[in-house]
Nanobody, 119 residues
């Protein structure tokens, strides 16, 4: 199983980024997926998840700004991030799991991460 993130970068506050996670090696539609983020000295924290049935979840601080979607034709997960804030600065990780993702323990597969910096 491979998860490869892309789309991170540096933006000014109020800007937008779209993270992508290209997947391979498993049945894309059979897994719950999500995005975690981590800052220096902090544990990885769930940002958003998408169940295999298409039900999204967002933490309160990103509701209305972030949108998680899945492109089944391309086996790719996306996270559209709008109205970015300095507090969104972190390494973002794509994850896949075999059941609903509510925390680190539910994430079976991890990507290598992509850095998002908001100034």
């Amino acid at each position: 199983v491979q998860l490869v993130e892309s789309g991170g970068g540096s933006v000014q506050a109020g800007g937008s980024l779209r993270l992508s996670c290209a997947t391979s090696g498993y049945h894309f539609s059979s897994c719950d997926m999500g995005w975690f983020r981590q800052t220096a000295g902090q544990e990885r924290a769930l940002v958003s998840s998408l169940s295999m049935h298409g039900t999204p979840f967002y933490i309160d601080s990103v509701k209305g700004r972030f949108t998680i979607t899945k492109d089944k034709d391309k086996n790719t997960l996306h996270l559209q991030m709008n109205s970015l804030k300095p507090g969104d600065t972190a390494m973002y990780y794509c994850v896949a799991g075999l059941w609903p993702i509510t925390g680190v323990r539910d994430a079976v597969y991890w990507g290598q991460g992509t850095q998002v910096t908001v100034s």
